[in-house]
């Protein structure tokens, strides 16, 4: 380790030893393959780094932490003198700004007084017309903000919301005033937001076209409410530029858990173990788990590969999925995510009721240090069940560690893509679907596709059966 790097610290530690299957020894085949795929992790390493700096589609995600901060900052000021917030996207122009809140800000955000909070917050993703209607209610009676997320402006799901919240604002405040209540961010030049932009004279800001949506939660389309909600997002890509650091200084197979973990996936991957279990020990990380499945699947599952991301969370799913982990079929490789000093903590008062003497063990514990314990017993327990896991402990939860979690599984999926031979930034099957839609719509240019579409759906329905 370089001078520079000897301070460098990300608060994230790998624990390892679990990826084979405790009970289970695969007579070193998967370090064998993990040797044999070292020369792959290399030149994967420098293809995404190399990428990056050349601007190649889909790498800008890489840049990302040592991206200005000065434009997020000072819309996200503009964005703190409204009582509301709509924030219009779906995908990895939602998941993240879901993720980011769930796990940075205080529980029950909305309900707090205002003196304890940034404005509220809604995200309109799925465009469900009863959720769409709900947001508007809860929303409106005050100043409102709406962004609109897109890089194309093209998305239906989003559009069709933007432009039914549009025409509240301009119920609501006049059709000459609504302008000064939107922002969209898209991409610098092209596409329809774009031009709307350039039309209405709105505010706007960027994604970079070489910026995945999926991997965009680190650039303005993530970052921008996440400021104006009180997040701190220097610290945020503090923490995900130390871990690029930290990643970029480890280039060999033995200790760079990026590299030892994508190669864990494909090596199960390849043994039929097509499920890859994503299961934090927090609440507060739930959504974590939710951004890791669209991360994970759309850019892994392609050309008949690719292993299916499972979202799990400690301790509800060690009640719901443990029997299935531990005794079904052996045909998933677990990722545990343990917060080392989660902040609160609830003691447990004295158990003083003669009826409740078999819970005196609690008393005096701690429900975080619980929760913590019964992280590691499942662990355990499924190592002891000979099934492959892989432990992440974070010191804190916090904007830096979070950054840094975030860039190290953008980071590891990009290198399994690499190991796989596919390319982890396209998302062919998402695009069939949306040409169907757009024809179903009447959108011109997408005649056939409506045909096509119509004529799949009357085999799917060739089958009715009403009761």
Not at 87 to 115: C, D, Q, T, W
Not at 131 to 150: D, M, N, Y
Not at 280 to 285: F, I, M, N, Q, V
Not at 308 to 329: F, K, N
Request: hydrophobic fraction near 40%; charge should be negative.
């Amino acid at each position: 380790m370089t001078a520079d790097l000897a301070s460098v610290s990300c608060g994230l530690s790998f624990s390892l030893g679990g990826l084979l299957g405790g009970a289970k020894p695969d007579n070193g085949l998967f370090k064998k393959f993990l040797s044999d795929s070292a020369e792959t992790l290399v030149e994967a390493a420098g293809w995404i780094a190399a990428g990056s700096a050349s601007g190649q589609s889909g790498l800008g995600w890489y840049a990302l932490p040592e991206s200005p901060t000065g434009d997020v900052l000072k819309t996200a000021e503009w964005l703190k003198g409204h009582d509301a917030i709509i924030h219009v996207g779906i995908g990895g122009s939602a998941l993240g700004n879901l993720m980011l809140n769930k796990a940075l800000l205080p529980e029950y955000f909305n309900e707090l007084p205002r003196s304890e909070r940034g404005p509220r917050f809604y995200l309109a993703d799925n465009p469900d017309p009863t959720k769409t209607r709900a947001i508007w209610e809860r929303a409106r009676g005050g100043s409102v903000a709406l962004i609109g997320v897109s890089k194309s402006g093209a998305t239906a799901e989003t559009m069709s919301q933007f432009l039914w919240f549009r025409d509240r604002l301009e119920e609501e405040f006049g059709a000459g005033n609504a302008t000064e209540h939107l922002l969209v961010i898209t991409d610098p030049e092209k596409g329809i937001f774009r031009e709307f932009a350039r039309a209405t004279g709105c505010r706007s800001l960027v994604i970079e076209p070489s910026v995945g949506g999926r991997y965009s939660v680190l650039s303005a389309c993530g970052l921008t409410s996440a400021a104006a909600l009180g997040i701190d997002v220097v610290a945020l890509l503090d923490g995900a530029q130390k871990m690029k650091r930290l990643l970029a200084a480890r280039c060999g197979v033995k200790d760079n858990p990026a590299w030892i973990l994508a190669a864990f996936h494909r090596y199960h991957e390849l043994a039929g173990r097509p499920m890859a279990v994503l299961m934090p020990y927090s609440s507060k990380l739930e959504t974590f788990a939710e951004w890791f499945a669209q991360l994970w699947g759309e850019s892994l599952g392609k050309q008949g590969k690719g292993t299916t991301p499972v979202r799990a969370t400690g301790a509800i799913d060690q009640h719901s999925q443990l029997q299935l982990y531990a005794e079904g079929p052996d045909d998933k490789a677990y990722t545990f995510v343990n917060v080392s000093d989660p902040g609160d903590e609830i003691v447990l008062p004295p158990i003083r009721d003669a009826s409740l003497g078999s819970l005196l063990y609690m008393s005096g514990k701690g429900m975080g240090e619980m929760l913590r314990l019964e992280a590691k017993s499942t662990a355990s327990a499924l190592v002891k069940a000979g099934r492959p896991v892989a432990w992440i402990d974070m010191a804190t939860l916090d904007a830096r560690t979070l950054g840094a979690l975030i860039f190290f599984y953008e980071y590891t999926t990009a290198l399994t893509g690499r190991l796989m031979r596919i390319d982890p930034f396209d998302q062919p099957g998402v695009e069939q679907g949306k040409k169907y839609t757009y024809g179903l719509m009447g959108r011109d240019g997408f005649a056939a596709d409506a045909k096509e579409a119509g004529d799949w759906f009357t085999k799917l329905a060739s089958l009715r059966i009403d009761m």
